[in-house]
């Protein structure tokens, strides 16, 4: 999705993330999309979770240069780098009552110090520029309150969750009750929705109600990571809803993926994908805020080979609030004895971070195992592959239904109902060769393929989301 080059414009974009993988990689991917345009964009955080988002990017050229101020040689995009107060970064913790990372909450509790600093950037970069447009991750409100207070800045929510589940969202608080008329059969699936009960902390509950809510109607519109072609009777609530114009410009991450000019850049894991028959790979990964305990990953290591499928399966534990930080609390993650060597010819194991991206848009995926956290979802729909659903937090069992019901492109690993309950290896093969290996899979197959191909022509010129980005840029540069 890049835009026409020309002059930078007198506008300045000012990114604020929030400090977890799926947020910060969203929104740098949206700022390479921006800074396509020629517009200059200020990407503000903490110096280890800027360090982050740049070294674990994927799909494009950032050649892991974290010490280079811009990215991949794209110098619209500049590092904003700012010290947060000593905070807690202890393990996580695998038998916790809910899968939600409590561990992480000292961190995003700090996060909230980053109000004076990046005010004073604003005020820096106002009066350097025409005009400032603010773009933060929702659940950073609070830190960029004071955006209201400068005369030539606006902002804009970024919404990290899909449109579907937002609205479901508002739906509940509603009591289901609309200032307008809706065909409900249209738009709730038939089925029983996952409640929201074990999605949240109290105590995140508690950040989102002083830190978010209390902030509504900050911005000017919202940017979502979608397109039309998947939730357009879902954006088009929620512009009704609010009143304001809701961006549906997304996927944000790269669509084409660029191989590496030399094979030693390879990730061990594409190269034994490369060996393999055409869709017949599951990906198995539960992202970056997962941690699931021994007893857990023993069924699971169990009904991967029991199913007798191909797979790749990312077995790390949870994302510390720094992840450059090691101690002696680091948990070692066990299979069961000689695992590795029985699978070796159908199945991989990989324990440190992997291409993502690479891996579901490689012609030998077939199905992916996901958490549902709305970052994945986009990006196996995106590269046109079905999943298989095991909800753990969040926003994940709506995005899981949304995946199984509304798109129709993917099978249940788990029921968000039976999420206390451990996971049994017999379920594992069920879902694992239902996807892979059967009728009803090759059709969730063909679904994804189709949807992916939507999806990507999307964001090509005359689609979609390319569409609604040039309004967005033309509403910011007017």
């Known amino acids: 999705m890049n835009g026409q080059k020309s002059h930078k414009p007198q506008v300045s974009v000012v990114m604020v993330p929030f400090p977890a993988q799926g947020h910060l990689n969203q929104l740098l991917h949206l700022s390479r999309l921006i800074s396509s345009y ?71 509790d700090a996060s909230i110090h980053l109000r004076q600093p990046i005010s004073e950037l604003l005020l820096e970069l106002s009066s350097n520029s025409r005009r400032i447009v603010v773009i933060y991750d929702s659940l950073m409100a609070y830190v960029v309150q004071d955006v209201r207070d400068i ?46 009960e074990g999605c949240f902390t109290p105590e995140m509950e508690n950040f989102i109600a002083e830190n978010v809510h209390k902030f509504a109607g900050l911005e000017n519109g919202s940017l979502y990571n979608t397109s039309r072609v998947i939730e357009g009777k879902y954006v088009k609530l ?90 002696e ?42 958490h549902c956290g709305w970052n994945s979802c986009m990006e196996s729909i995106s590269m046109g592959v079905a999943m298989a659903t095991w909800p753990m937090h969040s926003d994940q069992p709506r995005n899981a239904v949304f995946v199984t019901q509304v798109l129709r492109i993917g099978t249940v690993v788990r029921e968000w109902s039976r999420r206390s309950e451990l996971v049994r290896s017999s379920d594992v093969v069920s879902a694992v060769t239902r996807l892979i290996a059967s009728e009803e899979g090759a059709e969730m197959r063909r679904r994804a393929v189709e949807l992916g191909s939507a999806v990507r022509t999307s964001i090509a010129a005359g689609g979609s989301s390319r569409i609604e980005m040039d309004s967005f840029i033309a509403e910011i540069t007017k």
Request: proline letters at 7%; a negative charge.
């Open 38 to 108: 020629g517009i200059p964009v200020h990407y503000a955080g903490s110096t280890t979770h800027n360090r982050q988002a740049k070294h674990r990017l994927q799909g494009g050229n950032n050649n892991n240069n974290n010490n280079n101020n811009n990215l991949g040689g794209n110098n619209d995009i500049h590092f904003h780098d700012f010290q947060l107060p000593a905070y807690d970064s202890p393990p996580p913790n695998p038998h916790s009552s809910t899968h939600f990372p409590l561990h992480l909450q000292p961190l995003w």
């Open 151 to 196: 005369l030539n800045a606006e902002s804009y929510s970024f919404v990290p969750c899909g449109a579907f589940t937002v609205f479901l969202g508002l739906w509940d608080t509603m009591n289901h009750v609309l200032p307008f008329e809706i065909d409900a059969n249209d738009v709730i699936p038939s089925c029983n929705l996952p409640s929201n």
């Open 238 to 327: 929620l512009e009704r809803l609010s009143g304001k114009n809701c961006y549906a410009i997304g996927p944000f991450n790269p669509v084409e993926i660029s191989k590496p000019k030399s094979e030693i850049q390879r990730h061990k894991c594409l190269e034994w994908l490369d060996k393999q028959e055409k869709e017949s790979v599951v990906y198995v990964c539960f992202g970056t805020m997962t941690s699931i305990s021994d007893e857990q990953i023993n069924e699971l290591a169990i009904g991967l080979e029991k199913s007798g499928q191909k797979f790749i399966w990312v077995l790390r534990d949870a994302d510390k609030g720094d992840v450059f930080t090691e101690n």
């Open 329 to 370: 609390t680091v948990r070692k993650l066990e299979l069961p004895e000689g695992y590795e060597e029985r699978v070796k010819n159908r199945g991989i194991v990989v324990r440190e971070w992997a291409p993502q991206l690479e891996i579901l848009s490689h012609s030998s995926t077939g199905g992916f195992m996901s």
